[in-house]
Antibody
């Protein structure tokens, strides 16, 4: 059974750094894309980006390129989403997701994590 | 890439059918048969309900169906039940090296 288990909620101040995680199990981690979807309070879903752990090929949505870093550790089958300097506008729920991809584009998301709420406030 | 367009709300009584539309362009939704629909209950992660325009994952009731015509896709929920009340999002493939687009979401209310 595929499972994506995310790290817990975070409360941070503007300017702080943060790295949240997504532990994957039930499938061959290196052989499938994994990544992140943002949902701001009361708003819709937004693709952030995805990584292919086997070769670390990473694709970002233009809106998030340079704003976050997506990485993965094959040895512990875990994906990460990282910020170097948080802003209040980063306050959102972040979902880990395993997409089905075609030539660098998302066809569908078969599996979702439970979500990690990130709150950035002074 | 612009988002797909969905109505903000839809409603129906138990047992009725309701259809939610999702409009894109020929560069995304209209150009490919890779439309998916997600259901999201409050405080929960999204759940895949329809993929490849009209296919249902295992476990999704056959009350849920999808279709597409031109640049518009539709999700139909037949025999509405109380548990169908949720937000629904459409998504489409938008070509190589483009992550794709989401719709803004439709809140379905079961009256």
């Amino acid at each position: 059974e595929v499972q994506l288990v995310q790290s817990g909620a975070e409360v941070k101040k503007p300017g702080e750094s943060l790295k949240i995680s997504c532990k994957a199990s039930g499938y061959t981690f290196s052989s499938d894309w994994i990544g992140w979807v943002r949902q701001m309070p009361g708003k819709g879903l937004e693709w952030m980006g995805f990584i292919y752990p086997a070769d670390s090929d990473t694709r970002y949505s233009p809106s998030f390129q340079g704003q976050v870093t997506i990485s993965a550790d094959k040895s512990i089958t875990t994906a990460y989403l990282q910020w170097s300097s948080l802003k209040a506008s980063d306050t959102a729920m972040y979902y880990c997701a395993r997409p089905h991809m075609l030539r660098g584009g998302v066809i569908r998301i078969d599996y979702w994590g439970q979500g990690t709420l990130v709150t950035v406030s002074s | 890439q612009s988002a797909l367009t969905q109505p903000p709300s839809a409603s129906g009584s138990p047992g009725q059918s309701v259809t939610i539309s999702c409009t894109g362009t020929s560069s995304d939704l209209g150009g490919y048969n890779y439309v998916s629909w997600y259901q999201q209950h409050p405080g929960k992660a999204p759940k895949l309900m329809i993929y490849d325009v009209n296919k249902r994952p295992s476990g999704v009731p056959d009350r849920f169906s999808g279709s597409k015509s031109g640049n518009t896709a539709s999700l139909t929920v037949s025999g509405l039940q109380a548990e169908d009340e949720a937000d629904y999002y459409c998504s489409s493939y938008a070509g190589s090296n483009n992550l794709g687009v989401f719709g803004g979401g439709t809140k379905l209310t079961v009256l």
